[in-house]
């Protein structure tokens, strides 16, 4: 069983910028898919960004040019870095994790990942 454990959330004004962290327990996600996921409040999990391992990130087209996704292996540790953060960034975000080396139209999903962190607020104010 992986565990996962984000870190780095907040409150930030818009503009502003966040890291978050993701700590894998097992080594597995080396050689696997990791991502973030957020969701805000009454609407779904949404895809943020994801990497296959050895791989270029994929990242939605609401944080591309904004957010950037990278992965420390020798640490199991993966980052999301935030910049010119918006309202509409508000969620709970989460790291996802999975041992598969997943085809490209599947890391969107967040059925395809097997473990989840247990999320970290991002809030952005006007």
């Known amino acids: 069983q992986v565990q996962l454990v984000e870190s780095g959330g907040g409150f930030v004004v818009t503009g502003g910028s966040l890291r978050l962290s993701c700590v894998a327990s097992?080594?597995?996600?080396?050689?696997?898919?990791m991502g973030w996921f957020r969701q805000a409040p009454g609407k779904e999990r949404e895809f943020v960004a994801g990497s296959r391992a050895r791989d270029s990130p994929f990242y939605a087209d609401s944080v591309k040019g904004r957010f950037t996704l990278t992965r420390d292996n020798a640490k199991n540790t993966m980052y999301l870095q935030m910049n010119r953060l918006k309202p509409d960034d508000t969620a709970v975000y989460y790291c996802?994790?999975?041992?598969?080396?997943?085809?490209?139209?599947?890391?969107?999903?967040?059925?395809?990942?097997?473990?989840w962190g247990q999320g970290t607020q991002v809030t952005i104010s006007n």
């Open positions: 097992d080594r597995t996600e080396r050689g696997g898919t």
């Open positions: 996802a994790a999975t041992s598969r080396n997943l085809i490209a139209s599947t890391i969107g999903s967040p059925a395809a990942y097997a473990y």
